[in-house]
């Protein structure tokens, strides 16, 4: 019961956070839109401040979670492979349908809670880091990938995934479908780099094998 009230506070103030602002939300609304007292809010939270970092918390926990499903699916290594690299373009994405520099502004307003933030964030970074070594891991040990080249993924896609991260959030002129088209753009040159020679003539026999089949049916 106690998890459930603070886990209900948490998505609440979420809501009303990227609704309003952080900036333009009270406890009395948070109260009002959870159907809790002031009273109940304060048991959990000192003030607005904590429950900003139990939100951005919750939300960094969510991502990782949703990560691991995948990497834990049985899904083929390179269908598994796209299917995460798509999901972590997909978090970068909900920056850009959310008002500019939110994430900024919210920092600037907690400042002098900045370093607890920072370390949330690097956090869920070092998680996320480990499952997507994890995952590699596992398509190297079924020849799908190539070990050389899956060793130097991790920082290589670390400094991708920054540098798209930084870019849409101060970009003025990327939409929705120029973004789409750079990251299959990226997932398929990385996915075409990582992939062993092995692999790749599976998939062509595979492929082959297929149209030959729909050719016969059509004759």
Do not use: W
Not at 53 to 65: K, L, P, R
Not at 73 to 86: A, G, I, N
Not at 178 to 201: A, M, P, Q, R
């Amino acid at each position: 019961m106690v998890s459930k009230t603070r886990d209900r506070l948490i998505e609440v103030a979420r809501q009303l956070f990227v609704n309003k602002g952080v900036e333009n939300t009270t406890m009395n609304d948070i109260a009002a839109a959870s159907d809790k007292g002031r009273r109940t809010i304060y048991t959990y939270f000192k003030n607005k401040r904590e429950i900003f970092n139990a939100v951005v918390e919750s939300e960094s926990n969510a991502i990782i979670g949703q990560l691991r499903t995948i990497v834990d699916s049985d899904l083929p290594p390179v269908e598994k492979f796209r299917k995460y690299m798509s999901k972590r373009f997909d978090v970068i994405s909900d920056t850009l349908n959310k008002p500019k520099n939110h994430i900024d502004r919210y920092r600037s307003l907690f400042s002098r809670d900045a370093r607890r933030v920072e370390r949330i964030y690097d956090m869920a970074r070092k998680k996320e880091q480990s499952l997507f070594i994890e995952l590699l891991n596992k398509g190297v040990a079924e020849g799908a990938f190539d070990k050389a080249q899956a060793e130097r993924l991790p920082s290589v896609m670390s400094l991708i995934f920054m540098t798209t991260y930084h870019f849409t959030v101060n970009s003025s002129e990327l939409d929705s479908s120029d973004y789409d088209k750079l990251c299959n753009d990226i997932i398929d040159f990385v996915t075409n780099g990582i992939v062993t020679l092995e692999s790749k003539k599976k998939k062509k026999q595979i492929y082959n094998n297929n149209h030959h089949r729909k050719q016969n049916k059509l004759t």
